[in-house]
């Protein structure tokens, strides 16, 4: 079964897989490779088609950003 989950507001729709595709590619620009997160939080806000994110690593580390992602 494939399932797409989508966002909609004010006519536009965003795929959550393209969100998490957004802040992976973030991560992976900042050096952080996948395998040594442990747990991600992702924040959508529709509104202001602006994601944030918080990494923690397996180690304690964290890793968020001030300034949002955008999905185009």
Same mark, same amino acid.
Do not use: C, H, R, W
């Given at each position: 079964?494939?399932?797409?989950? $989508?966002?909609?507001f004010? #006519? !536009?729709s965003?795929?959550?897989k393209d969100i998490e =595709?957004k802040?992976k590619? @973030?991560?992976k620009? $900042?050096?952080?490779k996948? #395998? !040594?997160?442990?747990t991600l939080e992702?924040?959508? =806000?529709?509104?202001e088609? @602006?994601?944030?994110?918080?990494?923690?690593?397996?180690?304690?580390?964290?890793?968020?950003?001030?300034?949002?992602?955008?999905i185009?």
């Amino acid at each position: 079964m494939k399932t797409t989950i $989508q966002v909609q507001f004010n #006519n !536009t729709s965003v795929e959550t897989k393209d969100i998490e =595709k957004k802040v992976k590619e @973030a991560l992976k620009a $900042q050096n952080i490779k996948m #395998n !040594t997160i442990d747990t991600l939080e992702v924040y959508y =806000k529709p509104e202001e088609n @602006a994601v944030y994110y918080v990494a923690t690593s397996k180690t304690g580390e964290v890793t968020g950003n001030e300034e949002p992602l955008t999905i185009a």
